[in-house]
């Protein structure tokens, strides 16, 4: 899970392509708050339990406030809501689990859920998602990729959507100045659960790659979140199987025509630890690398090595080094690009 950050990208580009994103071997849990905006008790004590319950369980779960009705009702929110159980309001569940929460063992609850999380998050995965979220053009757009870490059986579907924290609007018991934290926003698909990952079985180490944009007018100024849940179909319900999601969107500025010629450039060139490489290539490249020197020619590390695609495309880059000035070298057959780089 990433901190939020939005980083415009001064490189022109024309093209936005993730690649080699890596899929972290962790379990989380999913929180869904069954909500309505003219609910009472969703205003008081369902709203104390939700917020504590964030604030308790740090980023070993993903909660969303999940709007089934009223003005800030979303219809794949409705639908998630329906999935898990409807009938009445505030309602919360830990994956597909009601929690059975009331205004008389708040604290209890919060006990109990914070010990399932923890207990969750000890539990080797069977699979799980990751992506880095880029916002061009008025779109977000998600390369996902999705690995299997255990043999499974059965259907399964990988749902990517957006959440709002600090969200001014109406909520009974608080009134239109209420601060709404994990808006359940949009599904980035017309089907509410995703799109179909595994039907009838994976093996162990399986990849899957899948492409999903939602239009959002702005980013800048707003936190938003990006989620990935990987749902099993059982019968007619979909079950929550792991959850991720990051609210770093890097934000491209971007115009009608490309840039000719091959180029290497980072999104700022004076870091403390990471930064954002943006490369466009004339060709494909099969056997590329990116490697950090420092001013004495010597290699430090290694950054990205594989294959490139031609266009442009952007690498996220933990950079590891002391203090001082690099280089990066993109080498690859017929080019060699080099940019500086000052780690601080």
């Given amino acids: 899970m990433k901190k939020h950050s939005f980083t415009l990208l001064i490189a022109v580009l024309f093209l936005v392509k993730g690649i080699a994103q890596q899929v972290e071997q962790q379990q989380r849990s999913?929180?869904?708050?069954?909500?309505?905006?003219?609910?009472?008790?969703?205003?008081?004590?369902?709203?104390?339990?939700?917020?504590?319950?964030?604030?308790?369980?740090?980023?070993?779960?993903?909660?969303?406030?999940?709007?089934?009705?009223g003005g800030l009702r979303v219809a794949a929110a409705e639908e998630i809501s329906e999935?898990?159980?409807?009938?009445?309001?505030?309602?919360?569940?830990?994956?597909?689990?009601?929690?059975?929460?009331?205004?008389?063992?708040?604290?209890?609850?919060?006990?109990?859920?914070?010990?399932?999380?923890?207990?969750?998050?000890?539990q080797?995965?069977?699979?799980?998602?990751?992506?880095?979220?880029?916002?061009?053009?008025?779109?977000?757009?998600?390369?996902a990729k999705v690995k299997f870490f255990q043999a499974v059986q059965g259907e399964y579907y990988l749902g990517v959507y957006l959440l709002e924290s600090n969200v001014t609007a109406y909520q009974a018991s608080i009134g239109n100045n209420a601060v709404h934290?994990?808006?359940?926003?949009?599904?980035?698909?017309?089907?509410?659960?995703?799109?179909?990952i595994s039907n009838g079985g994976a093996p162990a180490g399986q990849e899957v790659s899948l492409q999903y944009s939602h239009s959002v007018s702005v980013v800048a100024g707003r936190e938003l979140e990006v989620i990935g849940i990987i749902w099993k179909k059982e019968g007619d319900k979909y079950i929550p199987v792991n959850v991720w999601g990051t609210d770093e969107i890097t934000a491209v500025s971007a115009i009608d025509e490309k840039?000719?010629?091959?180029?290497?450039?980072?999104?700022?060139?004076?870091?403390k630890e990471s930064t954002t490489i943006v490369i466009n290539l004339i060709n494909d490249q099969t056997n590329a690398s990116i490697e950090l020197f420092d001013l004495n020619g010597r290699q430090v590390s290694t950054i990205y090595k594989g294959h490139l695609k031609q266009g442009y495309q952007t690498i996220s880059a933990e950079i590891a080094g002391t203090a001082?000035?690099?280089?990066?070298?993109?080498?690859?057959?017929?080019?060699?690009?080099?940019?500086?780089?000052?780690?601080q």
Avoid: M
Wanted: net charge neutral.
């Fill in 30 to 69: 999913l929180v869904t708050k069954r909500t309505a905006d003219w609910c009472p008790h969703c205003g008081t004590w369902g709203w104390n339990y939700f917020k504590d319950a964030i604030e308790d369980n740090g980023d070993k779960a993903v909660f969303i406030a999940a709007h089934y009705d």
């Fill in 83 to 122: 999935n898990l159980g409807g009938g009445y309001q505030p309602r919360f569940f830990l994956n597909a689990t009601d929690q059975g929460v009331s205004s008389g063992n708040v604290n209890a609850k919060l006990t109990a859920l914070k010990e399932a999380i923890d207990a969750n998050f000890d």
């Fill in 124 to 143: 080797a995965p069977q699979v799980n998602c990751g992506f880095e979220p880029i916002f061009v053009d008025g779109t977000i757009k998600v390369d």
């Fill in 181 to 196: 934290p994990k808006l359940f926003r949009a599904s980035f698909t017309p089907e509410t659960f995703g799109q179909l």
């Fill in 259 to 271: 840039i000719p010629g091959n180029s290497l450039k980072v999104a700022s060139n004076v870091i």
């Fill in 324 to 343: 001082g000035t690099y280089f990066i070298r993109l080498k690859g057959k017929g080019i060699e690009l080099v940019e500086k780089l000052v780690i």
